[in-house]
C-alpha cells in the first residue's frame, strides 16, 4: 500500500481559493489512479475527483466541476486539488486515496487513504 499525508487545508471566506496536496511514500505512487474525496459532518464521504496514472483521463463530481482542478506530478509522488470559486457548503474534511481500479469513484474501491485535512468555507 502506499501512505498519504494531505496538507493545505484551512479557513477561507466564499469565493475565495485552496491548494490541497497529497504526498504518497513509496516508489510505485505513479501505478495509481489517485482521487479526491470528501465528508461533511454528518453525510457520507463524497467523490469529488480522479485522475487516471499519465493525468489522461480526469473525472470531477457534478458539484464542483468547473470550479476545482486535480493534477498530480509523478516525479513529486503528489497529487493536488485546485479549488476556486468556494462555496460554504464545500465545508469537510477532504481525503486523499489510491486505487489500482481505473474509472472508479467509489470509496469503496479506493484501498489507501490519507488522515484529511479540514476545509471551512465561511460565508
Known amino acids: 500500500q502506499v501512505q498519504l499525508v494531505e496538507s493545505g487545508g484551512g479557513l477561507v471566506q466564499a469565493g475565495g481559493s485552496l491548494r490541497l496536496s497529497c504526498a504518497a511514500s513509496?516508489?510505485?505512487?505513479?501505478?495509481?489512479?489517485m482521487g479526491w474525496f470528501r465528508q461533511a459532518p454528518g453525510k457520507e464521504r463524497e467523490f469529488v475527483a480522479t485522475?487516471?496514472?499519465?493525468?489522461?483521463?480526469?473525472q470531477y463530481a457534478d458539484s464542483v466541476k468547473g470550479r476545482f482542478t486535480i493534477s498530480r506530478d509523478n516525479a513529486k509522488n503528489t497529487v493536488y486539488l485546485q479549488m476556486n470559486s468556494l462555496k460554504p457548503e464545500d465545508t469537510a474534511v477532504y481525503y486523499c486515496?489510491?486505487?489500482?481500479?481505473?474509472?472508479?469513484?467509489?470509496?469503496?474501491?479506493?484501498?489507501?487513504w490519507g488522515q484529511g485535512t479540514q476545509v471551512t468555507v465561511s460565508s
Open positions: 513509496g516508489r510505485t505512487f505513479s501505478s495509481y489512479v
Open positions: 485522475i487516471t496514472l499519465s493525468g489522461a483521463r480526469i
Open positions: 486515496a489510491a486505487t489500482f481500479r481505473s474509472g472508479s469513484s467509489l470509496p469503496t474501491d479506493f484501498g489507501s
